[in-house]
């Protein structure tokens, strides 16, 4: 083989060990990248930031425990909404997840609030009809009669 052929092939060779080293050092960095900023949601998230937690993980999804942090990130986001009175943002979020942990008890409320205002504004057919979406919670037979 001349030493022109052999300087080639050295030459190929070293492009290709650089090109695997910068993929796993690329790689590295990627993983370490992905463990602050997880770091970083998860201390929001102990905090109770859960705005910035959830900034932090949503890029996150299927990383470590970020697809169950995300989860009660947004139901502690969806209670804070409930006891601001925004049934209206907390609703849809607790619907998503009727079986985790209370969800389904603020869905209740939710709908007795909408029952309880629909009777306030004489619209007693509505009233009714959420009535009966939570027959059983609360004082609605009472209401209800």
């Known amino acids: 083989m001349s030493g022109k052929k052999k300087l080639i092939i050295a030459a190929v060779v070293l492009i290709a060990i650089g090109g ?12 370490n990248a992905k463990k602050v900023v997880y770091l970083e949601g998860a201390a929001a998230y102990q905090s109770g930031d859960y705005e910035l937690a959830e900034e932090k993980l949503s890029d996150l999804k299927g990383y470590e ?10 139901y502690q986001l969806a209670v804070q909404a409930f006891d601001r009175g925004d049934d209206e943002s907390a609703e849809p979020v607790f619907a998503s997840m009727t079986d985790y942990k209370d969800s389904q008890k603020y869905l209740y409320e939710i709908t007795y609030h909408k029952m309880k205002a629909a009777m306030e504004s004489g619209d007693y057919e509505a009233a009714n009809t959420f009535a009966d979406e939570i027959m059983g919670y609360s004082d609605v037979a009472d209401v209800k009669q």
């Not at 695997?20 to 993983?31: E, G, H, I, P, W």
């Not at 425990?65 to 947004?74: K, M, S």
């Open 20 to 31: 695997v080293s910068a993929f796993f050092v690329k790689r590295t960095l990627d993983n």
């Open 65 to 74: 425990d970020v697809d169950a942090l995300l989860q009660d990130i947004h």
